[in-house]
């Protein structure tokens, strides 16, 4: 199934270019009181979520996806985890260009580990990317995203396809420079997701998907996730031998070699197989 939040936090079932209002199937969900929990309700009840998306879908009211806002398909990830260099053309393009490593030391992934993201970072793909300090390199990355279905702790690479709730496409957007990473790409707007959820059933095997991202119709990152160095079961394995992974984290896997910069005006549009695709506009944060 494909879920996708849209408008005003209306909750859609995607049908080929058609959206299914079933936000009625929040209802579903159980009452929460103060102090909230810090995981992704939804997505910790998406069994209940999608028998009732599915009762509701045949009579719900239908939109053209060409007509809606697209919003994140996770409405409160607790953690963004993203995994540094982890394809191999792309390290080597890193170590090649002093614009992109800026004489920050560059490890290995398994000697870098992994960092996070701010989740206030994060917006959909009608939401578009507001750009900051313009007077530097702002980059592109387009990264396969995995949304974490239920709580994972210490969880071996053979059982971690089990955790995953599915699918996305992530935005990585960077501001190349000395400072720490998770500072340079935690700017509002800089983690793009979308354009919604595929459910994990649709996607047997995460490491082979193509996947690409284009700036202005010109081709800029193409590759499939068989390159990546760490694998989503290895990511899964390594991230939550040092914390726990809650229903709604997500994990950015890493993007492979083209990055380049984006500049307001550009048009993004990214596509990762069996997810499906979505154009995202980059505007100057000063302009709001
Ligand atoms: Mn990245």
Redesign the pocket.
């Known amino acids: 199934m494909k879920i996708c939040r849209f408008n005003d936090n209306r909750l859609g079932v995607v049908e080929g270019d058609n959206v299914r209002d079933v936000t009625e199937a929040l209802a579903s969900l159980p009452a929460a009181s103060y102090p909230f929990p810090s995981h992704d309700v939804l997505i910790e009840n998406l069994m209940q979520i999608r028998q009732a998306a599915e009762q509701l879908a045949p009579r719900a009211p239908t939109f053209a996806l060409a007509d809606v806002k697209l919003l994140s398909p996770i409405g409160n990830p607790g953690k963004i985890v993203?995994?540094?260099v982890?394809y191999k053309k792309h390290l080597a393009e890193v170590l090649g260009d002093p614009e992109i490593h800026n004489d920050n030391q560059i490890s290995h992934i398994q000697r870098a580990g992994l960092f996070l993201k701010a989740t206030s970072s994060v917006v959909g793909a009608s939401d578009g990317v507001a750009l900051r300090k313009l007077d530097r390199r702002n980059d592109h990355?387009v990264?396969l995203a995995v949304v974490i279905g239920k709580a994972a702790n210490n969880v071996s690479r053979e059982d971690a396809l089990d955790y995953v709730a599915g699918y996305t496409i992530g935005l990585?957007i960077?501001i190349r420079g000395p400072e720490e990473r998770s500072f340079r790409?935690s700017p509002d707007t800089y983690t793009v997701l979308g354009p919604w959820l595929v459910t994990s059933d649709e996607i047997a095997k995460p490491g082979e998907l193509d996947f690409s991202i284009s700036v202005n119709g010109e081709v800029r990152q193409k590759s499939n996730t068989r390159e990546l160095i760490l694998g989503v079961p290895e990511l899964i394995e390594f991230a939550s031998s040092f914390y726990t992974l809650q229903p709604g984290d997500v994990i950015?896997t890493?993007?492979p070699e083209g990055v380049g910069s984006i500049k307001p005006g550009d048009t993004m549009f990214a596509e990762v197989e069996n997810i499906g695709s979505m154009q995202v506009a980059v505007r100057d944060a000063q302009e709001g």
């Open positions: 993203a995994a540094p982890n990355e990264e990585d960077t790409k950015i890493g993007t």
